[in-house]
C-alpha cells in the first residue's frame, strides 16, 4: 500500500481534546489529513478498525462465514485446523496451549488469484446477482476474519495452476490515513501445520482455498480442546440440514448433525416418537408475498393461500418478493429432556442423552431461524405487550422453564431477507410485525402458531402434574465414601463448626436454585421440593463434588443443594 505524507501534527490527548470547541475540534482533525487527501469513501485505519466489531457473538459465528463460502463455492469437504505455541516460541503473555492461527482448508474448486484478493475487499463477493444462497453481500470473508485477527491470508490453487497464490490482508500495517487496498497475489507454499495436517491424514489438495487466521488475537476460547468442542457443537446445529452433501472436520474430528428439534433421523440424540422421543405436532408452511402498500408506503407481508393469488402476486409491480415460510413444532415427552436434577442414575445413558439435550436447548430456547438450510439465530422473546396483542401480533406464552421442552422451527427462503431484517453478517433476525400477524392470523378453522406454542406449554405443565414421582436419588442418597469419613472426623473430633455468616447467603442461594430445578424439572410444588432437599441432605450430610483436568479428576467440598448447612 502507497504511504501518503501526514502533516507533522503534535496529537492532542483526550483531556486536551475536551477543552477545544466543537468548531476547534473540526478543524484539528482536518489539519491531521495528509496534503491533497483524496477524502475516498472508506476512511483509512480507523475505518477498518470500525469493522473490526461487528457482531459475531462467539468465534464460531465468524468462522461461519469461512465455512459458508467454501459451501457455496462447490467444496465437498472443509476442514479446520489449529496451530499451536510451543514450549520454545512462546512469547511472555502466552499460554502453552493457546492458539496461535486456524487454518480453514477446502477442496473447491479454488479461485483465480485475482478473485481471492476482489474477495479480500468489503463487497467483493460473486453472489449478489443470485441472492438465493447463503452468500449474498460479499462481507463475509474480511468482515469475519478481521473480528478474530488482524491478519489473514488467503491460499488458492485452481486445477489449471501450478503453484498456490496467497493473497494478505494486515490491517496493522495501514497507516492512520493510507489508502486502504489489499496487495497483489504473490506465489507461496501453504502454511507448515497446514502441510503437516494434509501429510499426516494422508489427504491431497491440488486445488482448493485455504483461509488462515494469523496470531487471532479475538479468539475465544484459546484452549485447543476447549475451542474444537466450541466449533463442533455449533457447526452440528447450524449446518445440520447441510451435513449430508457436505463434510466439516474439526481437528480430525468430523461434525455431526444435531437437530435442536430431535426430530430428524440419523441426526445425534435423535430418537424415535414411539420409542420415547420428539414429536412433531405442528407442520405448516405459508406462501407469502412482501409489498409495498400503495395508499401509506408501507411494507408489508401477506399471506398467499391460492394459485390464483400467486400469479396475481407475480403481476403486481408493487411486490417486492415473493417466498415461503414454513413453521415446525416438536414436543418432548417428559424426562426426554434432563436438566441439572438429582434423582437419576447419573450413568444411565438415557441421563446422559437427556442432560446433553438440555444443554442444546438451554442456548436455543425459543424460535430458531433457518434461511437457506443454515441456521442464523434464536429469538428467546415473542411479542408479549398489551399492544402487540391488540395490534394482531398474537398471544405468545412467556419463554420460561417448559420452554425448554419443545421446540419450534422457522425456514424461510432468502427473497424474505428483508422481512427478517438479516443484516450482512447474516448474525441476526429482527422479523417485521407483520411476521408475527401471519403467525397469528387463521383461517377456517386452522390452529394459528401462537395457538400451537401456547398448547405446547400446556402439555408440559400436565405432563409434570400427572407424572410420577421422580425415581430415588441413586447418586445422592447413598452418600459417597469421602463424605461418610467427613461425617465421621467431624464426630470423632470437635463436633460440629457454625458456617460463617457470609457463607449462609451463598448456601440459601443454592437452596433456592435447587428448589426451582425440582419445580420446573419434576414439576413438584416448592413445599415437596423443599421436604425432598432437606430428607436428602440428611442423608448425606458433607457433600463431594469433582471435575476433571488434564491432570486427572480433583475432589472439593461443595454446599450439596444447599441444606447441608443445616442438616
Given amino acids: 500500500m502507497a504511504k501518503t505524507a501526514t502533516n507533522k501534527l503534535r496529537k492532542l490527548d483526550s483531556q486536551e481534546l475536551d477543552l477545544l470547541t466543537e468548531i476547534q475540534r473540526q478543524q484539528y482533525f482536518l489539519d491531521l489529513l495528509p496534503t491533497a487527501y483524496p477524502y475516498p469513501l472508506f476512511s483509512g485505519k480507523q475505518a477498518v478498525k470500525s469493522q473490526r466489531h461487528s457482531h ?5 459465528r465468524a468462522a461461519r462465514e469461512i465455512v459458508d463460502n467454501s459451501y457455496e463455492a462447490g467444496a465437498q469437504s472443509v476442514h479446520v485446523v489449529f496451530d499451536y505455541v510451543t514450549e520454545g516460541a512462546r512469547a511472555r503473555y502466552q499460554r502453552r496451549h493457546s492458539v496461535t492461527a486456524v487454518a480453514f482448508i477446502d477442496d473447491g474448486p479454488g479461485m483465480l488469484p485475482m478473485m481471492a484478493r476482489y474477495a479480500l ?3 467483493g463477493g460473486t453472489h449478489y446477482l443470485n441472492p438465493k444462497g447463503i452468500g449474498k453481500f460479499g462481507f463475509g470473508l474480511p468482515n469475519s476474519s478481521i473480528n478474530q485477527t488482524e491478519r489473514v491470508e488467503v491460499y488458492t490453487k485452481t486445477a489449471d495452476d501450478t503453484d498456490w497464490s496467497c493473497v494478505v490482508l494486515d490491517i496493522s500495517t495501514i497507516g492512520d490515513f493510507d489508502p486502504v487496498g489489499v496487495p497483489a497475489p504473490q506465489p507461496a507454499e501453504l502454511p507448515d501445520f497446514v502441510t503437516a495436517y494434509l501429510r499426516r491424514n494422508k489427504l491431497s489438495l491440488d486445488h482448493g482455498v485455504v483461509v488462515v487466521w494469523d496470531q487471532p488475537d479475538r479468539l475465544y476460547p484459546r484452549d485447543p480442546a476447549l475451542l474444537k468442542e466450541h466449533l463442533l457443537d455449533d457447526f452440528g446445529t447450524t449446518y445440520r440440514n447441510l451435513l449430508d452433501e ?6 480430525g474430528a468430523e461434525v455431526k448433525k444435531v437437530d435442536p428439534l430431535f426430530s430428524t433421523p440419523g441426526a445425534e ?16 408452511t405459508y406462501t407469502v408475498k412482501y409489498f409495498k402498500d400503495k395508499e401509506t408506503g408501507a411494507r408489508c407481508l401477506r399471506r398467499l393461500d391460492t394459485p390464483e393469488q400467486i400469479d396475481q402476486a407475480k403481476e403486481d409491480a408493487e411486490v417486492i418478493a415473493i417466498g415461503t415460510i414454513e413453521v415446525k413444532i416438536a414436543r418432548f415427552p417428559f424426562g426426554f429432556v434432563i ?5 437419576l442414575d447419573p450413568k444411565a445413558r438415557d441421563t446422559i442423552e437427556g442432560k446433553r439435550r438440555f444443554e442444546i436447548r438451554k442456548v436455543r430456547r425459543g424460535m430458531a431461524f433457518v434461511r437457506a438450510n443454515r441456521e442464523i439465530d434464536v429469538v428467546d422473546a415473542y411479542p408479549k405487550t398489551n399492544r402487540a396483542r391488540s395490534s394482531g401480533l398474537g398471544d405468545w406464552p412467556l419463554l420460561q422453564g417448559y420452554s425448554y421442552h419443545y421446540g419450534v422451527q422457522v425456514t424461510f427462503s432468502p427473497e424474505l431477507d428483508e422481512v427478517f431484517g438479516v443484516a450482512h453478517d447474516k448474525q441476526t433476525v429482527q422479523p417485521i410485525d407483520d411476521f408475527w400477524r401471519v403467525l397469528a392470523e387463521r ?14 406449554e400446556q402439555f408440559q405443565d400436565a405432563e409434570r402434574k400427572n407424572s410420577p414421582p421422580p425415581p430415588a436419588d441413586t447418586n445422592g442418597a447413598i452418600p459417597a465414601p469421602a463424605a461418610v469419613a467427613a461425617t465421621q472426623a467431624v464426630k470423632l473430633t470437635t463436633g460440629d463448626r457454625p458456617l460463617p455468616p457470609e457463607r449462609k447467603e451463598e448456601a440459601k442461594q443454592i437452596f433456592e436454585d435447587a428448589v426451582q430445578v425440582r419445580v ?3 414439576g413438584e410444588t416448592e413445599e415437596k421440593a423443599r421436604e425432598t432437599l432437606k430428607e436428602d ?4 450430610k458433607f457433600a463431594v463434588e469433582f471435575f476433571e483436568e488434564k491432570t486427572g479428576v480433583l475432589y472439593y467440598p461443595s454446599f450439596g443443594n444447599g441444606m447441608q448447612f443445616e442438616a
Avoid at 457436505?246 to 481437528?251: A, H, S
Fill in 269 to 284: 440424540l435423535f430418537k424415535k416418537p414411539e420409542e420415547g422421543g420428539a414429536k412433531c405436532t405442528f407442520i405448516q
Fill in 520 to 522: 420446573k424439572v419434576f
Fill in 121 to 123: 475487499t468489503w463487497g
Fill in 246 to 251: 457436505f463434510k466439516i472436520v474439526v481437528e
Fill in 339 to 343: 436438566g441439572r436434577a438429582k434423582g
Fill in 443 to 456: 383461517r377456517d378453522g386452522e390452529v394459528s402458531v401462537d395457538q400451537a406454542v401456547r398448547e405446547g
Fill in 537 to 540: 441432605a440428611a442423608r448425606k
Fill in 56 to 60: 459475531y457473538r462467539t468465534t464460531a
